[in-house]
């Protein structure tokens, strides 16, 4: 058929049937999917050209039910610049998003137990400067200089079935002095975002641990009852501490 009558060829997705518009194909790696579909995906998923089309299916259909996790999530804490770090403490969730109309993106919702580590990271990014001399040639000069910036970056490590890294820079603008009070203050928001998620989920996975472990049964001083007690301490059977 040739180069050219593979490329106009109609192709047909896999995922949903339609038909898939010219240089609209996303491969996979045992079918095709149209770029309707791929925007449905997680913006932190990256290995689509690997995923077969039962794995499409299944992560599109986590996006679907991640909607209602969304429109139940209560943010009681907001963290960083442009891209944040939204935690709804009550849940003991968090999500990572750059849009204001958070809600209508479906960002992923992922509980503080799912954090793996947080890392914070200072990059730097070096250009030469260069001049031209009277031939117009453009030369370096010697010793050779540099215009330097920084960057802030944030990489949460997460334990999901679709991603486990969600990687973003706190300022919005290089940063052209190393300490000054621009980088100070995003490495301040960086830091704070490291220190709540990685204390967050410490706190959850300590939870999960006095779950897991077996309950000493106790007779209650108020009501009589022998039971053990709840997560707070408190008896099954009238609520007063034990």
Same mark, same amino acid.
């Given at each position: 058929?040739?180069?050219?009558?593979?490329?106009?060829?109609?192709?047909?997705?896999?995922?949903?049937?339609?038909?898939?518009?010219?240089?609209?194909?996303?491969?996979?790696?045992?079918?095709?999917?149209?770029?309707?579909?791929?925007?449905?995906?997680?913006?932190? &998923? !990256?290995?689509?050209?690997?995923? +077969? $089309? @039962?794995?499409?299916?299944?992560?599109?259909?986590?996006?679907?039910?991640?909607? %209602?996790?969304?429109?139940?999530?209560?943010?009681?804490?907001?963290?960083?610049?442009?891209?944040?770090?939204?935690?709804?403490?009550?849940?003991?969730?968090?999500?990572?998003?750059?849009?204001?109309?958070?809600?209508?993106?479906?960002?992923?919702?992922?509980? &503080? !137990?799912?954090?793996?580590?947080? +890392? $914070? @990271?200072?990059?730097?990014?070096?250009?030469?400067?260069?001049?031209?001399?009277? %031939?117009?040639?453009?030369?370096?000069?010697?010793?050779?200089?540099?215009?330097?910036?920084?960057?802030?970056?944030?990489?949460?490590?997460?334990?999901?079935?679709?991603?486990?890294?969600?990687?973003?820079?706190?300022?919005?603008?290089?940063?052209?002095?190393?300490? !000054?009070?621009?980088?100070?203050?995003?490495?301040?928001?960086?830091?704070?975002?490291?220190?709540?998620?990685?204390?967050?989920?410490?706190?959850?996975?300590?939870?999960?641990?006095?779950?897991?472990?077996?309950?000493?049964?106790?007779?209650?001083?108020?009501?009589?009852?022998?039971?053990?007690?709840?997560?707070?301490?408190?008896?099954?059977?009238?609520?007063?501490?034990?």
């Amino acid at each position: 058929m040739g180069l050219f009558g593979s490329l106009f060829e109609k192709k047909v997705c896999s995922i949903c049937g339609g038909e898939i518009g010219l240089l609209g194909n996303r491969k996979l790696e045992d079918g095709n999917m149209c770029k309707e579909c791929a925007a449905k995906l997680s913006p932190f &998923f !990256s290995d689509r050209r690997r995923s +077969t $089309v @039962e794995q499409i299916k299944e992560q599109l259909a986590y996006r679907e039910a991640n909607k %209602d996790a969304v429109a139940a999530f209560n943010c009681t804490r907001s963290l960083g610049g442009d891209t944040k770090v939204l935690l709804d403490e009550d849940a003991r969730a968090f999500i990572v998003t750059s849009s204001r109309r958070w809600r209508d993106d479906n960002p992923d919702v992922m509980s &503080f !137990s799912q954090v793996t580590g947080c +890392t $914070v @990271e200072t990059r730097e990014t070096r250009e030469e400067i260069t001049y031209e001399d009277d %031939d117009g040639t453009t030369r370096s000069y010697s010793p050779p200089r540099y215009d330097i910036d920084y960057d802030i970056w944030v990489t949460i490590n997460v334990n999901t079935p679709y991603f486990d890294e969600i990687e973003f820079k706190v300022n919005d603008d290089r940063i052209e002095q190393l300490h !000054s009070a621009e980088y100070e203050c995003c490495a301040a928001q960086a830091n704070e975002i490291r220190d709540a998620l990685t204390s967050a989920r410490a706190d959850a996975r300590e939870r999960v641990e006095r779950e897991r472990a077996p309950k000493a049964v106790r007779t209650c001083p108020h009501c009589g009852a022998t039971c053990a007690p709840d997560e707070n301490g408190r008896c099954a059977y009238c609520g007063g501490a034990m």
